[in-house]
């Protein structure tokens, strides 16, 4: 078995260099563990290049240990470096994840922080401790998404409509915010925006009922028709922040491991039944809405309980109309309206594409990248 260890010295507050100089490198020397390489990021993409890079010269690897210190976005490289690599590239890729990005998505997800240490270096070495300690790791599903000719994988969120925005806008303001904050701000600039299209989504499919709080499954593929305001999918986590469980259902109702699943979360305008049509005014109502909608995320997912009530306002607990639609299913296709050029941004765990014009994206979780990788995590 081989061992890296890549870490990102700019992902997050900058301090993956003197958290690994001081603390994981010495823990690993302790346990007797010596990294074939240690690799500091030097660009975008840098971390997927040492990777392939790697794999391509050492054939006879069939398992690979790589320990990262960064945030999701370097996880995300390091998949799609890897499915780069030739055909029948049947290598098992374990990841250990020390989490010094902006949000840390996966790594909240395994370690939620209500039932973790509070001590900030405790906390961001558990994943190395499993991993010392020889529990084993964890598969990962994929998302894999095709856009034309471009094949994307993702390991934590494929989103389009309002989460895709704010991460495009957001990277702009990464200079001046560097923390989450950042992704607040790009919320206001978009919180009244709609996105016109449809999405089909796939079977196996089950949609949320909160009444009986359970999934319950369809029969068939399911096309919505838009506007949208949010459409985002999950794998592998129930939350995008530490405190946002945006996909609570992910551990809550946890799909089984042997089939993967994508958990969806859509809001759609028009259900609102304060809303009547596409103006100004209404979509000022609908975005106030949305906030609070959104926010209920942050109250340990309780958007997915909202129904509107007689009022037109959500509330928990109601017995109209859902609020928040959340599905799990095998994949999807996102079909934006040509015309409408925000609907075609598409965000695979913050790396932001466009769909070209009387194009499609098409989703589905799969369990390895086509030439054969799969992915593992220790928690
Ligand atoms: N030396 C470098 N200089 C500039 N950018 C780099 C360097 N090394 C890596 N990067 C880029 O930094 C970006 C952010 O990385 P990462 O995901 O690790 O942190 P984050 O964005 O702060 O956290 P999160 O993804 O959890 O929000 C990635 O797109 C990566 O390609």
Redesign the pocket.
Known sequence: MSILVIY?????DISATAFFDDRVLPLLKQHNKTPSLVA????????GDIVASYISEHSDVRKLTIIIG????????IINGSSMLPQGNETAIELVIVP??????LYASLFPPSSSPSDQTVYRLLGVNAFLLSSSAKPLTLARTSLDATTVYSAVVTSTALHASILHDSEALRASLPGIERFKVAAQQNITRWYYGSVILHEPLQVYDPASASLVSYTKDKTLQGPFAYFLSTINVDRLEPLFRITPLASSHPPPPSAPSLDVVILRPMRDPAVTSDTQDDREIFAQKAGRILGEAYNDGNHVSLRYAEDRQPVTDGDGETVVEYFRCGGFEWIPDETDERAHLLCA???IFTIPRSSRATCSAVASTDNGVRFSVYS
């Open positions: 990102n010295p700019v992902a997050g500091p990021t030097e660009r975008v993409g840098h971390a960064s945030g999701d976005g370097t996880v995300h490289e010094l990005g902006t949000a840390n998505a765990d913050g790396a």
